[in-house]
């Protein structure tokens, strides 16, 4: 396909980036300030819900309307049948489109879906953002296989961008035994690997040695200070206290926690008292108030965190001294907000870089099947004594760092300043390397 001169470089997210959780956003926003520094870019991102991703996604950024038409409807549990349906779906459009590019050379055919249109004309395919599986997927079995072979049939270059797994993070013996025989063959169909913490560089180092370690796109992710805060945040939010605290929680954090219970119903009800335990006692010892953020409002998969949050609200003692956000904000607006927090206690890996970003100490809860807390925050930020796995707290732990954290948070925040810059400056090797790949293809002017 010949390029016109100023009509861009077509990049193709061909994956699912949802709009409704506030850290794949920030992703998004870091990896469009990434490419933006290349020149006039053109994004798409494959899209379940179009409508509700392209109101909310960055400018330059367009949902296409993908899952749908292979039969993938977010939060309704599918039997394998309907899997192997979907899979086959899937596979019969990559075939169809290939035969129409490569042999038939009708990339304009109007029998080509839109998204395959898009494929046809991309510059550029992304895969294995955040902590996508790059044999399993997220939505699809195999996606991510199956686009970077069909995108190199298609002679497109593949970058998998600021990946993020953890070793053999597959619980059955099957899943591990597919894992370790196809994971090598997509990360030799990639021209460029990127990761965002070591241990992930180690393992993938296994299988290809050119695999680059970067920093975490969202870092890039920019606040809007005070005009990123809404009219319609409480005016609680904004009066000066002795201490503001901010709240960030997870159901599927909070559910690994109390593991002397067998039910996941239970544990998550048994955390929910802890941590409302834990809140009324921050507030009587220290004259704080509480302010819950939602980080994820996704109604599918219990990934909604204003629920969470009114449960822990709902076992408070001292409700009147705690904000709970049941709208929805911008990242602008959630960042503007966690910006005027004194420290905030989560389960969101990216509410924790949101605050870190705006030099806000953290404590991170995490669980030990998701090691993304602690390769992000406690290790790339150098804060691992502040990162707890929940099957592991105690009231007294968390009340312990509690008061720890307070006595070191000047020492913290001058750590976050060189820590910031550097995994700032890491993320940005992304832009060399995207600017190398697509100047090699022909895609973009060399520079002199």
């Known amino acids: 396909m010949e390029r016109r001169k100023g009509q861009g470089v077509n990049v193709v997210i061909a994956e699912y980036i949802p709009s409704l959780n506030k850290g794949e956003l920030l992703i998004l926003e870091g990896m469009l300030t990434i490419l933006n520094r290349i020149g006039e870019v053109n994004v798409y991102v494959f899209s379940p819900l179009p409508s509700i991703d392209t109101a909310r996604y960055p400018p330059g950024v367009r949902a296409v309307d993908f899952y749908r038409e292979i039969g993938v409807i977010l939060g309704r549990k599918v039997s394998r049948l309907e899997l192997i349906k979907t899979l086959s779906r899937y596979l019969f459009m990559l075939?169809?489109?290939?035969?129409?590019?490569?042999?038939?050379?009708?990339?304009?055919?109007?029998?080509?879906?839109?998204?395959?249109?898009?494929?046809a004309s991309a510059d550029l395919v992304i895969i294995g953002h955040d902590q996508v599986n790059l044999v399993f997927g997220f939505l699809v079995p195999f996606e991510p296989l199956l686009i970077a072979v069909a995108a190199r049939l298609l002679g497109k270059p593949v970058i998998i961008f600021a990946n993020g797994i953890y070793p053999d993070g597959e619980k059955s013996l099957v899943s591990k035994a597919l894992s370790r025989v196809l994971l090598p063959f997509v990360l030799r169909c990639a021209n460029i690997v990127?990761?965002?913490?070591?241990?992930?560089?180690?393992?993938?180092?296994?299988?290809?040695k050119d695999v680059w370690f970067t920093g975490d796109p969202a870092i890039l992710a920019r606040s809007t200070g005070k005009r990123g805060l809404s009219p319609n945040l409480p005016q609680i939010v904004k009066c000066?206290?002795?201490?503001?605290?901010?709240?960030?929680?997870?159901?599927?954090?909070?559910?690994?926690?109390?593991?002397?219970?067998?039910?996941?119903?239970?544990?998550?009800?048994?955390?929910?008292?802890?941590?409302?335990?834990?809140?009324?006692?921050?507030?009587?010892?220290?004259?704080?108030e509480v302010v819950f953020i939602p980080h994820c409002i996704e109604p599918y998969?219990?990934?909604?965190?204003?629920?969470?949050?009114?449960?822990?609200?709902?076992?408070?003692?001292?409700?009147?001294?705690?904000?709970?956000?049941?709208?929805?904000y911008s990242i602008s607006e959630l960042k503007a907000l966690l910006g005027k927090?004194?420290?905030?206690?989560?389960?969101?890996?990216?509410?924790?870089?949101?605050?870190?970003?705006?030099?806000?100490?953290?404590i991170g809860l995490t669980s030990k099947y998701d090691r993304r807390m602690l390769n992000l925050i406690g290790i790339n930020f150098a804060l691992k004594e502040w990162v707890f796995y929940v099957e592991e707290l105690t009231s007294d732990t968390l009340k312990e760092a509690v008061i720890k954290l307070l006595q070191s948070r000047e020492k913290i925040k001058q750590k976050l300043i060189y820590k910031k810059k550097l995994i700032e400056s890491l993320?940005?090797?992304?832009?060399?390397?995207?600017?190398?790949?697509?100047?090699?293809?022909?895609f973009i002017t060399p520079r002199r």
């Open 427 to 442: 993320s940005l090797i992304n832009t060399i390397l995207v600017r190398d790949l697509l100047e090699s293809y022909g």
């Open 240 to 288: 000066e206290r002795s201490l503001l605290v901010g709240v960030a929680l997870s159901r599927e954090t909070l559910q690994s926690g109390c593991r002397s219970l067998n039910h996941s119903a239970d544990r998550y009800a048994c955390m929910v008292q802890h941590m409302a335990k834990l809140l009324d006692w921050i507030v009587e010892r220290f004259d704080a």
């Open 194 to 208: 990127t990761v965002r913490d070591v241990e992930t560089l180690t393992y993938f180092r296994r299988y290809r």
């Open 341 to 362: 927090m004194d420290f905030l206690i989560t389960s969101r890996v990216h509410a924790a870089t949101n605050a870190l970003a705006e030099n806000v100490p953290v």
């Open 95 to 119: 075939t169809s489109l290939i035969v129409h590019v490569r042999i038939l050379k009708r990339m304009r055919d109007a029998r080509l879906r839109p998204w395959q249109r898009v494929l």
């Open 301 to 328: 998969f219990s990934r909604d965190d204003r629920k969470v949050h009114l449960d822990i609200y709902r076992q408070m003692i001292h409700k009147d001294k705690a904000v709970l956000l049941l709208e929805e």
